[in-house]
């Protein structure tokens, strides 16, 4: 017994592959605090991965090595690691099913997949959380994820001898963060802005829909580049520095930025109107968060507020993680270690459920 509750509580570190770039972070407990003891970022080449699964893991492997020996602020003081899938290349839906026994629901949520998934159920790996019941009726979170996917992270931890600990994922990483560190209490928009995409969901207790739109930060960098006719680095610094706030050159930006984040703006407005139709509590969206690299463009949640009329702010978790000793993230960078510090806050009865 004792050697079983050992093991459940071994530490565990995030590790977050984005579009081109790794992050890792590692959070201990220290009684109620949470107190980073390491965090660092390495980039690589994005034609290691394509459509998701990484092609090329000796590349991934040198930026790992990079970053453990090179990049690292602090420590890392365990091997098993929890991983992050983006959301965009899973499929998520709610299905509501009768009550029954756990393997009648097993068969009855791969027949529900079958209806709405556009690829063969051997294919992928699903799983599922009921997030609602009532004396008759369940509603599950389904989610599946194409095996190519998850089979390639799990070759390149092992390259880097790692132990998976768990796998979830972005958007369920970020939502984990959120609760600890904002007001959970009232039905949320979570908007996490990704490189080349964004993952939209609705939390109300828990994740009740997920989607993705095409978009993200390096897409804002190059529709600036493009309207203002300079080069990809000059329109990130723009990005950074002015946005969409008052510059002389707010008009040009917004413009070039116009038609993206509309549809942003058509995908949010959608999946309120789904969440609020089939509520049966009324209960209506409170407000909106937004996480990730593309969050922190000046003025970006004035204007989502002012096209939602909701308001519109970024996570801000760092007041409730303790850096101790270490060099804390500098305010452009924090919010890209949004979906690795959710990671790193995975509970041992989360993992062993």
Same mark, same amino acid.
């Given at each position: 017994m004792n050697k079983i509750l050992l093991y459940k509580d071994k530490p565990v570190f995030g590790l977050d592959i984005g579009f081109s770039s790794l992050k890792v972070m590692q959070i201990e407990r220290a009684g109620k605090k949470r107190v980073v003891s390491g965090y660092g970022v390495a980039n690589f080449d994005p034609s290691a991965v394509v459509d998701g699964v990484i092609m090329d893991p000796e590349v991934l492997a040198k930026a790992a090595h990079e970053l453990f020996n090179k990049n690292l602020v602090g420590d890392i003081t365990t091997r098993r690691v929890a991983l992050a899938i983006p959301a965009a290349r899973t499929f998520n839906r709610t299905v509501q099913l009768?009550?029954?026994?756990?393997?009648?629901?097993?068969?009855?949520?791969?027949?529900?997949?079958?209806?709405?998934?556009?690829?063969?159920?051997?294919?992928?790996?699903?799983? !599922? *959380?009921?997030?609602?019941? %009532?004396?008759?009726?369940?509603?599950?979170? +389904?989610?599946?994820?194409?095996? /190519?996917?998850?089979?390639?992270?799990?070759?390149?931890?092992?390259l880097i001898g790692l132990e998976v600990a768990a796998i979830e994922t972005t958007i369920g990483s970020g939502s984990r963060l959120f609760v600890q560190a904002e007001d959970s209490s009232v039905p949320t928009v979570l908007i996490d802005f990704g490189s080349v995409s964004s993952d939209i969901s609705i939390y109300d207790q828990t994740l009740v829909v997920t989607g993705t739109v095409p978009g993200g930060g390096d897409s804002f960098s190059s529709l600036i580049a493009d309207s203002l006719m300079v080069t990809?680095?000059?329109?990130?610094?723009?990005?950074?520095?002015?946005?969409?706030?008052?510059?002389?050159?707010?008009?040009?930006?917004?413009?070039?930025?116009?038609?993206?984040?509309?549809?942003?703006?058509?995908?949010?407005?959608?999946?309120?109107?789904? !969440? *609020?139709?089939?509520?049966? %509590?009324?209960?209506?969206?409170?407000?909106? +968060?937004?996480?990730?690299?593309? /969050?922190?463009?000046?003025?970006?949640?004035?204007?989502?507020?002012?096209?939602?009329?909701?308001?519109?702010?970024?996570?801000?978790?760092?007041?409730?993680?303790?850096?101790?000793?270490?060099?804390?993230?500098?305010?452009?960078?924090?919010?890209?270690?949004?979906?690795?510090?959710?990671?790193?806050?995975?509970?041992?009865?989360?993992?062993?459920?």
């Open positions: 009768p009550k029954m026994g756990s393997k009648q629901l097993d068969e009855a949520v791969r027949i529900e997949a079958e209806q709405y998934i556009p690829l063969a159920l051997d294919s992928l790996y699903l799983d !599922y *959380e009921i997030i609602r019941q %009532t004396s008759e009726e369940l509603e599950l979170l +389904v989610v599946a994820t194409p095996r /190519a996917v998850v089979d390639s992270y799990i070759t390149l931890t092992r990809k680095q000059e329109a990130q610094v723009i990005k950074t520095k002015y946005g969409l706030g008052v510059s002389k050159k707010q008009k040009e930006i917004s413009e070039g930025l116009s038609p993206l984040l509309e549809q942003h703006i058509k995908e949010i407005r959608r999946m309120i109107r789904y !969440y *609020e139709e089939r509520s049966d %509590t009324n209960r209506k969206i409170g407000q909106v +968060v937004t996480m990730g690299g593309g /969050a922190n463009m000046p003025g970006l949640s004035e204007h989502l507020t002012n096209q939602l009329r909701l308001p519109v702010r970024m996570c801000s978790p760092w007041q409730k993680l303790n850096f101790g000793g270490l060099q804390p993230p500098n305010s452009i960078e924090r919010s890209m270690y949004i979906t690795v510090a959710g990671l790193s806050l995975v509970e041992p009865g989360e993992i062993f459920a």
